[in-house]
């Protein structure tokens, strides 16, 4: 017999578009939310397909904001909130990947205006109520309700240019998330579903994304993982895995999705032995009921990503900086986490081996 069920969970007010031609819907999503004067954000590469996407609101674009970058570096912020002040606007369309998005997330937590999001990624920000901020060199999360968006549009077609590197990546980011929502202190039943359905649906996927990126069916399938998978973000608090990432990318600079792609096998095989419930999950949502973990390094080789953090540019020497680091704040993980196993982890992930 089971043990009883026991869980607090509380419903984010998200409200989601999702479909090809999506973006017809824009003009009501934003009248819906009552925006008249739209500062649109985006990084420098989206300029062309923010273009297109505001074309779509004509007159209510009071501003192309094409600086977004990655982490939301301070500076970036503040030029950002200058410039919504300028324009008197009264909303931002944030138009791109969780760059973008989480400059609208800034804007929106220190400005008050809401913002509705254009995601083109898998990365899941648009699904969260958690904001980023980095002032030197350091990266400060938070969590408030005001950040997340008011109306999410995906649509497929806005994907089709997402190179193939990327596409593997940030669907092993989204993967990443489903799978520490699902060992989460503060995981449900629902967040188990979609976190299961999300990984499912995204490692089915996946290799039909990278083979050939125009196919919008299996586009269509990768942004609903996507959604799934960020939701299951926005709903729970992470463990190792997040920690680990959050660690290299702030110490290192290494670049976001790729570092999710390389630690989460190790991650997972770190965790699965001491959380059977989530690793019953993964195993049915992957078609691996022995050792998800390895499926998922499996699934990394098939979509030719990095599979090592030496080839993102890690020196070997850093390793025992990143062990510090993870170690010096606590947060809930299933399987206690020590210097030694943490090493033995990393020196795995950093050479490329096969996660144990
Ligand atoms: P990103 O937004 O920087 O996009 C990755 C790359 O893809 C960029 O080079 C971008 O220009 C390009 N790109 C995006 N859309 C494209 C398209 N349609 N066609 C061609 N190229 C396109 O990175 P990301 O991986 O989407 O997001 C990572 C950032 O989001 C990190 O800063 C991370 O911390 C943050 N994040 C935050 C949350 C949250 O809940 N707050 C969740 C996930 C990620």
New binding site residues.
Partial sequence: MNAPLAFTYQALPMRVVMGVRALDRLADEIDRAGLERIMVVC?P??LG?AETVAGRVGARVADIHPHAR???PAASAAEAGRRAAEVNADGCLAV???????LG?IVALRHGLPVVAVP??Y???EM?P???LTENGVKR?GRDPRVLPVSVLYDPE??V???AA?SAT?GM?AIAHAVEALYAPDTSPIIGLMAEEGVRALADVLPDVVADGADLDARSRAQYGAWLC?AC??ATTMSLHHKLCHALGGALDLP??PTHTVVLPHALAYNQDAAPGAAAALGRALGAAADPATRLWDLAGLLGAPRSLRELGMSEDDIDRIVETTLAAPYANPREVTAEGLGRLLHAAWSGQPPT
Avoid at 96 to 102: E, F, M, Q, V, W
């Fill in positions: 990084s590469g989206q397909l990655m982490h939301v791109g990947g969780g760059s973008a998005i989480g997330k083109t990624t990365a899941g920000s969260t958690v904001w980023g999360t806005l994907t240019s997402l190179p990327v940030s980011n960020g973000l926005g976001h999705a």
